[in-house]
């Protein structure tokens, strides 16, 4: 049995989602902000900031970055769902344009050569996964330039394998990580192809904060990059200090026998991302 | 942390920023540019066709930013600085041919622009990214000044007032942590 939706419903919840999004700090970010809020010196001073934002953001009703991001959307669309009142894709399109044009975010969508802006915040960047099942799940993921700026997709050799992938974490993230607003979160795609790849590492930085990876050897790999990239020492806001990631997050798929890709994505201490099920 | 920090006043007129070491805090008030990415090619085409540049960039300090718009009812919106080494290709030319004196953004810059900095004894102030409701708080006004086309991008002067800045790099080349 097929279940109805309205495609003006989708639009209503995506013009939300983004409003909402870019201006609310996550939880899970906060919570551990507040955990590390006792450093000392300027990094002390760096977190006590953003908590501040955060709260003077959620009292105003103020983006809690100038940078209101490129607008990435990703949908889960159960097989049993029939969407009427219009076309799926159009209605996404059309909330992001009301989030940005109404809520005075900023229009950061430009032509890659003329970079004459399209003026409305889109094209929206939409990722489709058709699952089982009559319900549609949408996420929110407004995405600032400078931390997708600091990301990364590389084709490794098989041969370099872990310590191939270690080592481009980390010498990529000593060149970069401190321009892209620690404390980060570092998402990261290993296997399936080029496209795919740089996906996985997008839906690594949709886990919990906190998440474990349920995969024992990512588990330890995670783990072990997180202790690497906080020793590099650019620290919260980049100019020293020891809090530089809050976590890292490792999504694979199986590849080609001739390759390895590996993808970075990386996010800044907004972490802005919002998940409603329709 | 703000407690007993120096303050400074924009236009950097009689060389106020030379006292400012590297790692330390101060607050800076006075009225600031704000430009990015587009408002530098801008620049850097007027340079080299050896045309004016549509304001007076001498002694004075660009921030690179570009806030939320104004709302409607007139409030500012919020505003925080970009990742100052995209400008590194701009700004050695800049601070010669312009006399532009401060820079604020953040992160680090490459040896060529802490050489370019040093040798026109000019000074580079980062500011903490993703904080923007709260920098809002440091900004008296906002209005566009040039390049309105640019939309996003378009020049603006700020004023600020006692906003909280890190010296990353000071008139001598001394960076911070270095």
Redesign the interface.
Known sequence: MARELSARVISATVKELFLKATVLLPQDMEEAIRAHQGQGGLEGYVMASILKNSEIAREENIPLCQDTGAAIVFVQLGQDVHIVDGFIGEAIQQGVREAYGEGFLRKSICNPLSRKNTSDNTPTFIHYDVVAGDSLTITAMPKGGGAENASLIEMLTPAEGIEGIKKLVINHLRKVGRNACPPLTVGIGIGATLESVGVLAKKALLLPLKAINPDPTLAHLEAELLVAINNLGFGAGGYGGWVSAFGVHILTMPCHIACLPVAINIQCHAARHLEVQL | ??QGCQSIRTPFRDNEHRSLRAGE?VLLSGFVYCAR??AHLRFQEAIQKEEKLPLNLSDETIFY????????DGSI????P??S??MDTFTPALLKQTGLKGMIG???RSEVVRDAIFSNRAIYL?A???????I??YVLSVRTVAYAD????AVLCVELVDFPL?V?IDSLGNQ??A
Request: no cysteine; charged share 15%.
């Open positions: 942390m703000l805090i990415d587009a930013a570009a806030p939320t718009p104004t709302r409607a919106g919020a505003i925080g970009t990742t080494s995209r953040k992160g680090f980062g903490i990214g993703g904080v923007a409701a709260l809002r708080k640019l939309s996003a991008e890190v990353v911070i942590g």
